[in-house]
């Protein structure tokens, strides 16, 4: 739902401006909330192995009444729920939530079997963008799974995802990414505080027991939307309806990059029909699953409505197994919801929006608009007023530069939201000084929770003062060399920015506006063409800056790309580029003493494409500083050469355009000798990292 914002009158902001942006700060900031917890080396995170199924001895001691358990992480407590549950009825839902986007209704599978596994273009649309990638530690080693959002701050995965088993430990440094697409997260990551399993797992590693439950620490879901859940205790309904799971499978063929996605009828029941009851809690399909597809949701639709009925668990002679919810859960995960849920109203700040990314002092913002959701179980309405600040960090307080002040009144149902558009947005104040800044809100309410009234971290807008912001992949032709740009470089990926003009220009890089220090320049005489690439593994998003710093000012293209595509080892990738484009960049994962053959086929046009190769182990290069590089044949000729890598981990290929000239082309990197690898080895069962 959007609003229109009531604006206090030109005057009464100009006072106000006036009197509070240049004060100098007298508050304490407080706690920073909210901050990226991406892993810094996703690379190196393995597969969570799906569960074999099991019959032993200690299983059939289990209770087979098993208990509600849960730990909290930040203070390693643990507790056991006494929870009185009533008999249930045959079926039972909770309904779910719509988030910021509009829903779309699946397709329903007209055959029993679930259909293959299929890869998901659109994993940041609703209802894809309410599964979740999870990335944490179990003992020594870095795993990935998967979840579902119950809840805007629920997530529903398997028990083997958060716990050990067996009396064993909980997981740390559980990350929660909802929408996750090769290293992309559009609603930014949720951290896990709280696990909520059940005794039946954490004792006896009982796999009918292999649920489990994360509490975030901010109600990421408002933004996703989120699917209800629900009990039936009916075998048929498992069997004779469709059911949709989603998930992120990171085991031998799949990476874990792409959410993948199959549907159809539950093919068995642990209900034994001559006894007439169920002598276990799991659904089954015959299909094999694969790592990292842990804790899965498999859900129904029923009109415009999603219910999670089970979680992806276990493994037997090709079937895999769902552990459902049953009645006693379904009162457990009800129960510990509404436990978590205030029951005054509580209004949270989730996302802050700006355009433009960059601006000049003294201009006005083309749009501001933000979220806040209601996480309670009460209803509220009335007016709100709103403070806006400009912050120099991601901690936004009444210590940072007031830009704004408005109001918006709405009425806010349980666990609601609304979308605030600033009727006219702010002016960045003039003396602002050129670098990095962010926008946020403060909301002015006495709530439940006040220390969650500013959007920190995450849910800040990052903003660049005083510098031209390129775009990704979006070529810019200047009349002359502008004073200084900026672009960015995304964590866990190689970036590259390039320029092209009718005469030899130089460029140099660093992360400050101004006088660097400059920590990447490209000195290579006698090109019109030049360009730095920049390795973003291991390090924070952040953005950089770059000048000309040798040339006339003359016309120039600059262009730069951050959110590079990744090459998938013996698969070639069609592309084509403009003739006011500069350069195309690319990525793969290569292994440590192999040989590589890459190919660039051009299939149309007269472009002459040179393409260089960097390793990981350097944070840049440049046309001088390369590894490799091939322009042997001219303008539409292809090129190919062969390489022998010395490290594992992710290589960057940049293709140049040297003539400004338009092409097509297939390029492809594959190894000189195919060898067929299980998940996560190499050909003599070392690890390898998975992504």
Request: glycine share 8%.
């Amino acid at each position: 739902m959007k609003l229109k914002s009531t604006v206090l009158t030109t005057i009464l902001i100009l006072l106000s401006l006036c009197s509070k942006i240049w004060a100098l700060p007298t508050n304490d900031e407080g706690k920073a909330k909210w901050q990226n917890r991406f892993p810094q080396n996703p690379e190196l995170y393995i597969p969570e192995p799906i569960l074999e199924r099991t019959q032993s001895v200690e299983l059939m001691m289990a209770p087979a009444d098993s208990q509600l358990v849960s730990y909290d992480v930040l203070t390693g407590e643990e507790m056991v729920w006494n929870i009185s549950r009533e008999d249930m009825p045959t079926e039972t839902l909770i309904k779910g939530g719509e988030g910021t986007l509009t829903g779309i209704i699946e397709e329903e599978h007209q055959f029993r079997n679930f259909t293959d596994l299929s890869k998901i273009s659109n994993a940041e649309d609703y209802p894809m963008c309410v599964n979740c990638k999870l990335y944490y530690k179990k003992g020594d080693t870095n795993r990935v799974a998967s979840g579902i959002l119950i809840d805007p701050m629920h997530v529903l995965t398997a028990g083997h995802c958060v716990h050990e088993g067996g009396g064993g430990n909980w997981v740390t440094d559980m990350v929660v990414v909802p929408a996750y697409k090769n290293e992309s997260y559009p609603y930014g990551n949720a951290t896990g505080i709280s696990y909520y399993a059940w005794t039946g797992w954490k004792w006896f590693s009982n796999e009918d027991d292999d649920i489990a439950i994360i509490k975030l620490d901010r109600p990421i879901g408002a933004l996703t939307g989120w699917h209800g859940y629900g009990y039936n205790n009916d075998p048929q309904f498992y069997t004779q309806n469709t059911f949709h799971n989603a998930s992120y499978p990171a085991g031998h063929p799949y990476d874990g990059r792409y959410l993948y996605y199959w549907k159809g009828s539950f093919d068995c029941t642990d209900y034994n029909e001559l006894m007439g009851k169920w002598i276990g809690n799991e659904v089954g399909i015959y299909r094999r699953s694969y790592g990292g597809q842990s804790g899965s949701g498999a859900y129904n639709v029923e009109g415009s409505d999603r219910y999670v009925y089970a979680v992806l668990s276990s493994e037997y002679l090709g079937t895999t197994y769902f552990p459902r919810i049953t009645g006693a859960k379904f009162q457990d995960i009800q129960h510990f919801i509404s436990t978590n849920t205030p029951s005054d109203a509580d209004l949270v700040p989730i996302e802050v929006y700006v355009s433009p990314k960059s601006a000049m002092a003294g201009n006005r913002l083309s749009s501001l608009s933000y979220v806040v959701q209601n996480y309670s179980s009460a209803s509220w309405n009335g007016t709100v007023d709103v403070s806006v600040y400009l912050s120099t960090n991601d901690n936004i307080s009444t210590s940072d530069t007031l830009i704004d002040e408005h109001t918006f009144t709405y009425s806010f149902e349980p666990k609601s939201w609304v979308s605030v558009d600033v009727t006219t947005p702010p002016v960045i104040p003039i003396g602002t000084g050129r670098g990095n800044y962010w926008i946020g809100v403060i909301l002015d309410i006495s709530d439940h929770d006040t220390s969650n009234n500013d959007s920190d971290g995450q849910t800040a807008a990052p903003i660049v003062v005083g510098v031209n912001l390129l775009s990704n992949d979006q070529p810019e032709t200047f009349s002359a060399i502008p004073e200084e740009f900026a672009f960015n470089l995304n964590n866990h990926d190689w970036c590259c920015v390039g320029i092209r003009s009718s005469i030899d220009h130089d460029i140099r890089v660093g992360d400050h506006p101004d006088s660097g220090p400059w920590s990447a320049q490209s000195n290579d005489e006698g090109t019109v063409c030049d360009f730095i690439v920049i390795n973003g593994h291991g390090k924070e998003n952040t953005t950089q800056y770059a000048q000309i710093h040798k040339g006339l000012s003359n016309r120039c293209t600059i262009e730069a790309e951050w959110d590079i595509p990744d090459l998938s080892i013996g698969v070639p990738e069609s592309d084509s580029i403009a003739s006011n484009e500069v350069l195309q960049v690319y990525e793969v994962l290569l292994f440590e003493n192999e040989e590589y053959n890459l190919t660039l086929d051009i299939t149309s046009g007269d472009s002459d494409l040179a393409v260089y190769i960097f390793k990981p182990m350097y944070d840049w290069g440049s046309r001088t500083y390369k590894d490799w590089m091939t322009n042997n044949k001219a303008a539409g000729g292809d090129e190919s050469l062969s390489l022998t890598t010395d490290s594992t981990g992710y290589y960057a290929i940049a293709v140049i355009n040297e003539n400004a000239s338009s092409a097509h082309y297939t390029i492809v990197i594959a190894e000189n000798e195919y060898i067929i690898r299980t998940t996560g080895l190499d050909a003599d069962g070392d690890s390898r990292p998975m992504r």
